[in-house]
């Protein structure tokens, strides 16, 4: 079995696909995106495909080695998601060529299902206490929510119990024992991170997500001493070179790497063993599409640390084409309990709708996250 061609779709809201051939007839299905970046992405495997093109697809190990080494220049968010979108359609031709779902071909699983949660709120968070109540009866038993607007580096206590109060409505809807993740989203500068950490523990979080940008991890020590909430972090961290030093340095409790974007299964899998290693667990990051997701329930199923899964149905991102939209068989990922089970059917375990993709392809997007600016001027973390 041979490579044929490489095709990528950029799909609203905001989502690139790819498509491999092969001459077997088999194809497989990857999201290979960064989220304001999918054009550049979409270049990035267009250039890799020259290698890939004539290959075995059943040797991804070596694909992913070449891809990922056979560059000087290698890592960061644009490389690492080609990979990633890449890494994840080769699995799923591997799947459908053995008949059998991925997480079978990585070992078989040690569970049946796990626990997602429920987006509320938006980019600034409101009416967060309704929200949460109205996805609790649907079923979710954990929601995450963005924490806070823009902040400075050293801002107003004012906006500090802007946060606690959001926060306190959400505990109160949802009761004491729902899960609250509380997304910092990088907006959160060190000194005002210690604060928040310490506000925020008589609400008893399920975790604090990034509270500071992960190019300055090593102000989770400080974090961590003044909070007994666990630290998540690991969205914009590419590869298992880029999670060395936060597992080894202790501070972190949750890791959340992107299948999309940290290379894909092959990587992730690497990923998810080295956190067990360090008694961290694992809660895939995934805001995206449905092959994202798929990718990351098939990893799950073989990851005995892997405890919740972030998806994208509902969210504030998701206007006009939403997470179920782009299959043929939208019950592969029907919630219940607040658990989804793990897809059955060979490769990823999903069966995409290429006539809908097609149509929505030529609609395209262009979808940009906003630049926020503070009431000096200077550009704000969004």
């Known amino acids: 079995m041979k490579i044929t061609k490489l095709e990528c779709f950029i799909v609203p809201p905001r989502w690139c696909f790819l498509k491999i051939e092969t001459d077997e007839g088999i194809t497989g299905w990857g999201e290979p995106v960064v989220e304001g970046r999918a054009s550049t992405v979409k270049a ?16 991804i190990e070596d694909h992913w080695n070449v891809l990922y080494r056979s560059g000087f220049y290698r890592g960061g968010p644009i490389l690492m998601s080609a990979i990633a979108g890449i890494d994840q359609a080769l699995w799923d ?9 991925v997480y079978q071909l990585l070992g078989g699983a040690c569970r049946e299902s796990i626990k997602v949660y429920s987006w509320i709120g ?29 902040l400075q580096y050293v801002d107003s206590y004012e906006k500090i119990d802007q946060v606690i109060e959001r926060i306190a409505a959400v505990r109160e809807a949802v009761g004491k024992y729902v899960g609250i993740g509380i997304d910092f989203h990088g907006r959160v500068h060190k000194p005002m991170a210690k604060i928040l950490a310490k506000e925020l523990e008589p609400f008893r ?16 020590r400080d974090i961590a001493q003044h909070t007994n909430i666990p630290i998540a972090t690991g969205e914009r961290m590419y590869s298992r070179w880029d999670f060395k030093h936060a597992l ?22 690497k990923i998810f063993s080295m956190a067990e290693a360090y008694d961290v ?29 972030e998806q994208s149905l509902g969210i504030h991102y998701n206007e006009g084409s939403d997470l179920l939209d782009y299959l043929t068989d939208a019950s592969v990922f029907h919630y219940e309990d607040g658990h989804v089970k793990i897809p059955q059917a060979p490769g990823l375990g999903i069966s995409m709708n290429e006539e809908h993709i ?17 009431k000096d001027g200077t550009v704000a973390e969004w």
Not at 44 to 59: F, T, W
Not at 93 to 101: D, L, M, Q, S, V
Not at 248 to 269: F, N, R
Not at 358 to 372: I, L, S
Request: a negative charge.
């Open 205 to 220: 979080p399920m975790f604090i997500e990034e509270p500071v940008l992960p190019e300055n991890n090593e102000a989770l």
């Open 93 to 101: 031709i591997k799947g459908k060529y053995f008949n059998a779902p």
């Open 122 to 150: 938006g980019d600034r968070p409101n009416d967060v206490g309704q929200a949460a109540k109205k996805v609790v009866d649907a079923g979710f038993t954990a929601v995450k929510m963005n924490g806070t607007e823009e």
């Open 44 to 59: 990035a495997v267009e250039e890799l495909s020259d290698y890939l093109i004539g290959k075995d697809p059943l040797r």
């Open 248 to 269: 080894a340095d202790g501070y972190v409790d949750i890791i959340q790497p992107d299948l999309s974007h940290a290379g894909g299964i092959t990587e992730c899998k």
């Open 281 to 309: 667990a694992v809660a895939p990051h995934c805001p995206l599409g449905p092959i994202a997701l798929a990718s990351c329930l098939q990893v799950d199923a073989t990851a005995h640390n892997a405890f919740i899964q």
């Open 358 to 374: 097609r149509k929505m392809a030529e609609v395209g997007h262009n979808w940009k996250n906003p630049v926020w600016r503070h």
